[in-house]
């Protein structure tokens, strides 16, 4: 039994009868090309235009109302303009329509009118449980039924159903470059949706549709906003990453951002934050539309990889090997290290001048015995740290054999093999023997260095939530008033997250609290106030009892009050904070910490909960991650640095209804320790708005 | 009067008569398919085979020898195993041969006894003035005369001469995988050339000659050997940049030197520091080979562009133009700022509801309306900010009218046009018409954005070396002995290098001396031995007379001796050094530097004589240097950091018969002061062995 999101998007996409509303008869229009499409499409099921001035369109009959067409009508294509949109859905609604396209701008992406008018349409839907395409959509192809709901002239070229399922917010690239590098491609379409200012279907519930389609392998989202990639991802940790999928964000910098907003209404976010989370689930984030439909390739119907990529690589081109391997080298990616009896086999398959380390140097054999070149493919690919196996071309007069022998080898090898076509013949045969088999070509090293970057990089965190969240200690008082730096650390103190040595103290008591917590000692006012060590209430580094007296001194003339001493710590400055996402919840942010941070922009996100090892592998991608982990110049404390992040991580979940952010800036770590040494904590009401 | 390197390389290249020595009848072999190819290639010359065992070869005559030919042979192509190729290279020599392709193996790129058969072919070379391409070549395509003097499928197809010439030092690349790419990009050869092993020619001579061809109107690149670079930097240095080149240098990475080293025998070194000293002289570097064919169409036939390509993009795809936005917010690429002026003619031509900010979004004009788009584009190519105008493509049935508007557009604008093809029709046609015009057309916004980036990166360093070296002031007794801390300060000090207060001084006068200098001090045992501060020599931060007396003390006690007292300042850490680099001279290092700045390398590198103009150019791109220049968190001192490094320069010139390299590690940048605290200095014969 289908899920109720599966029921729903099916009957919004697989209708067996459509109507098209404001359907013209002038094929100049979009609205006088949608019948003709989808006739031309060939689609088995009934098909009604209506429009009150016309008895006839595109050789069928036209009604004059939805309502006159007497029989069920499934789903409706609405191509009218914005004011007239609303009434219509709501006939939709009576009729008991099962879903709607609207092709109509003016909504969200058009100010605050059609913001309005688009929550209108929104709580109508729910009410009516009516999902819809758009609107400002261009409408949608299902290629399983033969429905070809939308003008384009490449998807009107390539009516073929394939494995590809497409989601995109922008009918620009739905229809148009994104088919047409399918259409260029090995793939083609199952499923294609524009889904525009996507106000009436949620992107989770597609996932989930797409997952059950059984024609559907792969999966690319093409998403403006950060609230359908959540859904997504929301979505993936509820039911798991069954199929791959591949997202373009749009709208990722700050100009990004703004041609977004022009766009479609959607307000874009911090692309690094939505990324990590994204790949944090084990969906693969790309970049453009080339490196998309590569990583599509590559990714094929394997949901999820775990780890490293280990790649064997074979080619006859040294040149050729030398930039492959220059490519890998500013990438994450890296060759597989072969076992030795992998290197005897090498060695008695080629003559004794080849390199059979790898990459393999296979020059003398040349694409004349295709045979051999199978074995060694063969050979890579049963070492187990070789996960994809890539041969590399060169222009060859005919390389159909060797496309051969590499499907054979293909077939019988655990690993993945994918070709780097570097250059081929001209008859296109070699390629549709590889690709016809199901192993990616990608044109160019780089390329596929891009690609299959991308799949490393997604991989999803640890699931195991045990003992996610810390049981809360609350401080007397806590949150009763605003926090002074004194309140935050023992907050901090008290719930597992290490901080450095500190007290409060008085003007009095400076010296006694020094001398407790041992030289060299820092002194700050102990207050709400923000930025008082630009006033001078902050006293770095004070060694010995008299300068603590007399920076006292200076600071009771200025200050008076209350002060918190702590010790004066030394290392690597890291920073962290856990926060409330808008879209995507609890987040861990960490990197390189101190002064700097803004000019650095050293930091990668992991979603909460998170484990340790998710923890350690987002830290190892920072700068400040990298020194700790290789200990360089004696920087030692990367264990206590994860250990440090994960109490905060701990304490930010089980303190959600109490705090809505919590930053720390500096942790310094060093010695083989990590402890917060400043703390920004908002209570909730007081902060950002979201709970944690 | 062509200059003596245009002559050498034009008999080597454009010879009226060939021998091939080594010319076989079985096509199996690559010596039985030379001769063919020739003939093929309609080669006008003469062409003899030359084979003691055969009478006749590929319908040709055969002769026994080079000398019983009896005519004037101008190129000789000799295919034979290694040991038997000196002698007839010698033969060469005497028989007044002026250019020979050594397409033997063994060489250098295979040990010791292959480096000294390489050695004996240069030194002939040399006395006889006879360059060679090779060894371990695959000969040259010369296709304004219709020589094609070397065998590969792709070449065969296509012969038609064009304006691209290629020097290669691999040849897979250049007959294979370049070669294809050339072929499927709009562009052909007036010359391919696989110089191999590169042993008997300069790249500067080829770089000269191809200047002076009137057919060549761009030249790509691709060496894997430093040395091979810096030949082609030195030439542009001494004739300028003539003609654009692209430059894809392989054996990049650690593993891509690896695999360069098995390939033709050269030892890659420093990627970015070849990388940087090449685009400072206005060389484009790129990545891959895709990346190479973009950078190509986009230079076009202009040598160098100054400063920031500011783009003025238009599509009717908005999600395009958001792409398009993404991808270049994350390449150092920007939109032009466009002239109110230019802004209201665009809101004249456009409807209302468009986007006539830079991007310009013309959704609603759609392609229907070619001679509106090509006032969009002439309008923005007038724009004096905007370099290169992008027109984005999407889907159409027919491009062609917008292409032709395009094309006519370009004609009538200052700016340089180009097309991102997103997405097109296809019959080819609007392609054809775009590129046949000149108009560059690379596939996908990404692509794009990687490929004018790369010519954005090449801007030549200022070439005014007026005051470029100091005049030397060498303190008594400089350079008799090791250098201490303080003969290295002293020694940048007289010379114009901005450093910290120094005093030298001896446990009696340390108080005196931190005294005279202002506190906060440092106190360093004044010594030769590197890493003193790892024994304990070096006490920071001494705030008062006691402070110093205590330290003094347990110093005198540990090491006795004279000492280095200096002011202790705070601020951003900046690294700076200046050395020999054994291919490209004199070059200066600069970054962010500290303890870590082995484990961040933050690393730009200026060729010297430089100007603080080029300085500050390289300090820009690090990262140390966007937060000085930035003013970030009150870090002040860029100026400052520019004219101490530039100090710096003048120095090591001025000084390059005594020091063979001087590093400052840091340089301490704030307030608006840059200030030397420790320096390296290496004497001649004592350090690296390049003298500055």
Redo the contacts between chains.
Sequence with gaps: MPSAAVQRIERLLRPRSVAVVGASGDTNKLAGRIVPAIRQGGFAGKLFPINPRRSEVAGLPCFPSLSAVGEQIDHCIVILPRDQVQEVVEECARLGVQGVSIFASGYAEAGEDGVRAQQQLVELSRSADLPFLGPNCMGFVNLVDGLTATT???IA?NQEAGDLALI??????????I???VAESPMAFSYALNTGNSAGVDFGDLVEFLYADEHTRRILI?A?SNAHVAQVVRRVDEIGLQKPIVL?K???????A???R???GSLAGD?ELVRDCAEGAGIVCV?????AINALQVVGSAPAREGRLGLGVV?????????F??????SELE?ATLQASTVDTLRELLPGSA?VTN?V?ATFLGFDRPEVLGRVVETLGNDPDCKIVVVIT????DLRPAARAVVDAAASSPAQVAVVW?????DGAAEGILTSAGIPVV?????FARAAAAVQRATPRTRDTTGAAGTLVTPAGFGTAELRESDSLEFLDVNGVPVVPWRRATGDTLVAAAEEIGFPVVIKVDTAQTRISDQGGVVL?LRNAAEVEKAGAELEEKFGGDYLVARFAGGAEMFASAFQHPDFGPVLAVGTGG??V???KDVTYVRLPAQPQDIAAALRRT?IG??LD?G??G?SGFDSAVGAVHALGRLALAARDVVTQIEINPFIVGDGRAVAVDASIHLKGTGPEEAL
Excluded: C, W
């Excluded at 970049?287 to 490196?291: E, G, I, K, R």
């Design positions: 384009s002239s490449v070229r995109s917010q922008s009918g620009g690239l739905a229809f148009g470059t088919a047409y590098a093409v403006e373009l749009l709208g990722r910098g700050e100009s990004g703004a041609a977004a022009g766009h479609t692309y970049d453009d539309v080339a490196d080619s006859i081109s040294g040149g050729n090997l030398t930039l391997a220059d490519v890998l080298s500013s060759f390199s990459p140097d060169t222009t060859a007069e570097n250059g081929g013949s001209y044109r160019g090293s780089a390329a580094d002064r700097l803004e000019s650095i700068l990298k020194v290789e360089a110049r920087m």
